[in-house]
């Protein structure tokens, strides 16, 4: 009968699963069994939490980029020679020209094209916002009422105080300028510009006074730290683009491929604009995280691996301890097959279950993952997250499929094929020798 029992039988695992729980005293490893499943426990842990922050930080960076800003933004920069009288005499003059003229127009033509869900000019400037002795150096962005509720994390950000509707009344604000400014909804402040008027002693910085009427989070530190938001028309008038725009705003469908979009823009657009994605503002740090990611993902499965080793130890001091049981079973008509798939399941199996008990905790730890931050922030007496230094406001995590599939995968590949070089060494045992001082 020997060699006719079908593979990974019932008596098979019934063998196996007596070995695995066996005590020392009965020649087993109980010990390291449970170092094993507790090794590879921890290791799918910490692999599925550091995917799912890897992703989250991925997912968390690009919305709060495209969601508070243009995905594509049009400039035009060019020579134009006007001609100047002075005096008697008209002189031609070339001068170079970075605002566009004919924005509205320009903005119309490219939502016409297929995916661009808006366009809209704006005026863009920098200048220094006070109160008191409070200052902020910001970005301030000229911008229409209906065109800013177009902003999604501006329409609906993380946190907000006022309302956007009172936006024709005065200025939004980025939280962080808020608070650098220490002011809310209802307080005035200075906004100072270095375009000002060109006067006989020089040029003149402009100075105005704007009702602060909407306050908002997006959620990216570097957003809400310098972005002012003004009504279009005031804008204009503040930065002196009487009838002009600098640049203009679009957003695509799908912001992830928004390089399809660029050849026809260009197509509605003249020679001298130029375009540029949030991609290309953004491209070191995403090439950044692609490296970062992949690098991060090889020392995890190093650390897979050296948790699956564990296995191998205790399955080569298994069979050490149960060669006088091999002998036996040898001599009882079992083949090399049958001893091979014992100790096979005796490590696959550990393996296995420490697979499933680390995906279970790693879910856990990603769906709870705000509760545990605020308990380690709670205990070490807060402080513990700075978003002035990391960018944002909390520690995202996001849960995805492949993710998980891939340390599912990964852990049980390395812990069965580990396994099969001890069950071999127990298959090959002869039994003469295991029996010969028993």
């Not at 049009?74 to 004919?102: C, K, L, P, W």
């Not at 650098?180 to 909804?185: I, R």
Request: charged content about 20%; hydrophobic content about 45%; aromatic content about 8%.
């Amino acid at each position: 009968m020997a060699g006719k029992t079908a593979p990974f039988s019932r008596f098979e695992w019934m063998i196996a699963w007596r070995y695995i729980r066996a005590k020392r005293a009965e020649g087993g490893v109980s010990i390291m069994t449970w170092i094993s499943l507790i090794g590879v426990t921890l290791a799918v842990f910490a692999l599925i939490a550091v995917l799912a922050v890897r992703s989250g930080f991925r997912a968390d960076f690009v919305d709060t980029i495209v969601g508070a800003n243009a995905h594509l933004t049009v400039r035009q920069n060019f020579m134009e020679t006007v001609t100047v009288t002075q005096g008697d005499q008209s002189v031609d003059v070339t001068r170079r020209v970075d605002t566009i003229a004919n924005g509205d127009e320009l903005a119309a033509q490219l939502r016409a094209i297929d995916g661009v869900t808006r366009a809209a000019p704006i005026i863009r400037g920098e200048g220094l916002a006070t109160v008191g002795a409070q200052s902020s150096f910001v970005q301030v962005y000229g911008i229409t009422p209906d065109d800013l509720r177009d902003i999604p994390l501006v329409l609906t950000p993380q946190q907000s105080s006022g309302s956007i509707d009172d936006f024709a009344n005065g200025v939004a604000l980025g939280s962080g300028v808020a608070n650098n400014l220490g002011v809310s909804v209802g307080d005035r402040i200075n906004l100072l510009s270095a375009e000002g008027v060109n006067t006989a002693a020089g040029r003149s910085p402009r100075r105005n006074t704007f009702d602060v009427v909407y306050i908002f989070q997006t959620g990216r530190y570097i957003t809400d730290i310098s972005r002012v938001y003004l009504p279009l028309a005031q804008a204009q008038t503040f930065y002196s683009r009487d009838g002009v725009h600098d640049e203009i705003e679009i957003y695509v469908a799908d912001p992830d491929r928004v390089e399809d979009w660029i050849s026809p823009l260009y197509r509605a657009l003249g020679p001298e604009a130029f375009l540029y994605s949030w991609k290309d503002n953004e491209g070191a740090y995403l090439r950044a995280l692609t490296v970062e990611d992949n690098v991060m993902f090889v020392i995890m499965a190093i650390l897979v691996l050296i948790a699956s080793m564990n296995i191998i130890s205790g399955l080569i001091m298994l069979v050490k301890n149960k060669g006088c049981d091999i002998g036996i079973l040898r001599t009882m008509g079992l083949t090399e097959g049958s001893i091979l798939r014992i100790f096979f399941i005796c490590g696959a199996g550990l393996g296995t279950v420490g697979t499933i008990l680390g995906v279970v905790l790693g879910c856990l730890f990603v769906v709870y993952i705000d509760q545990i931050f605020a308990l380690v922030n709670y205990v070490a007496g807060g402080g513990v997250w700075d978003p002035s230094i990391r960018g944002i406001y909390t520690i995202p995590a996001k849960l995805e499929l492949d993710d998980v599939l891939k340390a599912v995968v990964l852990s049980l590949s390395l812990s069965w094929i580990v396994t099969i070089f001890p069950a071999r060494r127990a298959a090959r045992m002869n039994p003469v020798e295991a029996l010969r001082y028993e």
